[in-house]
């Protein structure tokens, strides 16, 4: 019975969970229908498959230390589920703010999002604002730079 409970706690069952959410998102990257950019450049496919295999590596170690545990852990408590919850809220919110509030905006909110629910530099606002706004301005660059990927703004354009 402490082996079935193992499997069913939030320790293995949330990184499975996310590995079918990492493959639903990779099915959705064969839509993409240029992989390279131009000058044989990698183009907007090519993000999302290094970003896929990188957490499917990711999972697969946290499912082999899972595996490995000893003794199953105790019942987990409904404060351990606040922050992977606030994520996924969080994520969602960014998916449906992104077009109708633009990259910059959208982005600047999800970041500044995620480091309030991990506790980021919530001590010292100024640092805090300087990493949301690096942060967005670094992927604002893989993105619109070098992969020249076209990036909604808030007025409904695309950069």
């Known amino acids: 019975m402490a082996d079935l409970r193992r499997y069913t706690g939030a320790g293995f069952v949330f990184p499975v969970l996310l590995l079918c959410a990492n493959t639903i998102y990779l099915s ?25 295999v990188l957490m499917y590596v990711a999972l697969f170690i946290v499912l082999f230390q899972e ?8 019942e987990a408590s409904l404060k351990s589920h606040i922050r992977p919850a606030g994520v996924v809220i969080a994520t969602a919110a ?42 967005t301005a670094v992927f604002y660059a893989l993105y619109a730079g070098v992969f020249s990927v076209r990036l909604p703004t808030l007025t409904g354009s695309f950069i």
């Not at 959705?28 to 896929?52: D, K, Q, W």
């Not at 633009?102 to 980021?120: E, K």
């Open 28 to 52: 959705a990257t064969l839509n993409i229908r240029m992989m390279f950019g131009s000058e044989g450049a990698v183009g907007p496919r090519g993000l999302p498959y290094v970003a896929c």
């Open 67 to 74: 595996f490995r545990k000893r003794e199953p852990r105790g």
């Open 94 to 135: 960014y998916i449906f703010m992104f077009q109708n509030l633009g990259y910059a905006v959208s982005t600047l909110l999800y970041v500044g999002a995620l480091f309030i629910i991990f506790r980021f530099e919530l001590k010292r606002p100024l640092l805090f604002l300087f990493y949301d706004i690096l942060v």
